[in-house]
Nanobody
Framework: QVQLVESGGGSVQAGGSLRLSCAAS????????AGWYRQAPGKQRELVAA???????NYADSVKGRFTISSDNAKNTVYLQMNSLKPEDTGVYYC?????????WGQGTQVTVSS
């Protein structure tokens, strides 16, 4: 099993920045991809950014050029740097990791962007 703990959420004004962290523990050897998803009130959970074990990344169109996903394998941590935040970025952000043992989710961290 893999345990994921997110941190770094909070409240910020439009145009501000936040960095989310997702620390993994457990059977980390099994992981081959990680991502960040978000869920706004009344909406479905959506993929924001993903990174593969070889560092390939992809982003939702709505965050391209503003968000950056990265990983530090030595710390078993995945990051989401969020710049130029907009009110529509508000939601609960979830870390997700996939591998040979299945798919794992963190508990979520709230991001609130005010105008």
């Amino acid at each position: 099993q893999v345990q994921l703990v997110e941190s770094g959420g909070g409240s910020v004004q439009a145009g501000g920045s936040l960095r989310l962290s997702c620390a993994a523990s457990g059977s980390i050897f099994s992981i081959n991809a990680a991502g960040w998803y978000r869920q706004a009130p009344g909406k479905q959970r959506e993929l924001v950014a993903a990174i593969s074990s070889i560092g390939r990344t992809n982003y939702a169109d709505s965050v391209k050029g503003r968000f950056t996903i990265s990983s530090d394998n030595a710390k078993n941590t995945v990051y989401l740097q969020m710049n130029s935040l907009k009110p529509e970025d508000t939601g609960v952000y979830y870390c997700n990791e996939k591998g040979s043992l299945g798919t794992f989710w963190g508990q979520g961290t709230q991001v609130t962007v005010s105008s």
